[in-house]
């Protein structure tokens, strides 16, 4: 890792948690040089504002839970479980610091403010992988689309669906986790050859 790469990281990882502990709105640069050990003029030669420090920390987290998400569909094993261990590594890796912040909501928002197409391009990228897990297993003979008549990409789509919506009743943590292998459960039930 090159030393300006190494610097980026240190800055994104001592931004995520003053984000955490004072929420978008208050943080300012200064607060984010000195958790970076570093003086605010050295953090301006990496990033121009805190806007720009922001969308590189949700860059790399989401390109981080990706990673996770395809780690977790080229794994063997049932297509389901793989699924389900995709969707959770996708919510839990994006959720958890920020989840525990008393700030947590005012930076989803700050998120989808500053970096709804980074957002929105990994729920899509999210999506196609799902739906490429799912036409790879019908090839394989070990579901059926056609039981429940739709496609990967809408089965994909209804499951991140699911997903957000046990988030937002239930909350996340082991509610999430327990409403997710509900649904696996159910959608197994539809899907899977007997």
Do not use: W
């Amino acid at each position: 890792m090159s030393t300006d790469t190494h610097k980026t990281q240190r800055i994104l990882d001592a931004a995520l948690g003053v984000f955490c502990r004072y929420g978008y709105r208050k943080t300012s640069m200064l607060d984010i040089a000195q958790a970076a050990a570093m003086s605010r003029a050295a953090l301006y030669l990496h990033f121009k504002n805190k806007e720009d420090v922001f969308r590189a920390g949700s860059e790399r987290a989401h390109a981080t839970v990706m990673a996770h998400v395809t780690a977790a569909l080229a794994e063997p094993g049932p297509v389901l479980t793989r699924i389900e261990t995709a969707l959770l590594a996708f919510q839990q890796g994006l959720m958890a610091e920020i989840s525990a912040s008393a700030h947590g909501q005012e930076l989803f928002d700050a998120n989808m403010s500053l970096a709804a197409d980074i957002t929105l391009t990994a729920r899509a990228t999210l999506v196609a992988s799902l739906a490429g897990a799912l036409d790879q297993a019908e090839a394989a003979g070990d579901i059926a689309l056609r039981r429940v008549d739709a496609t990967a990409v809408q089965v994909a789509g209804l499951l991140v669906a699911t997903m957000d919506g046990i988030k937002h009743t239930q909350g996340g943590g082991e509610a999430l986790r327990q409403g997710m292998a509900l649904h696996m459960r159910l959608l197994g039930a539809a899907l899977l050859r007997m």
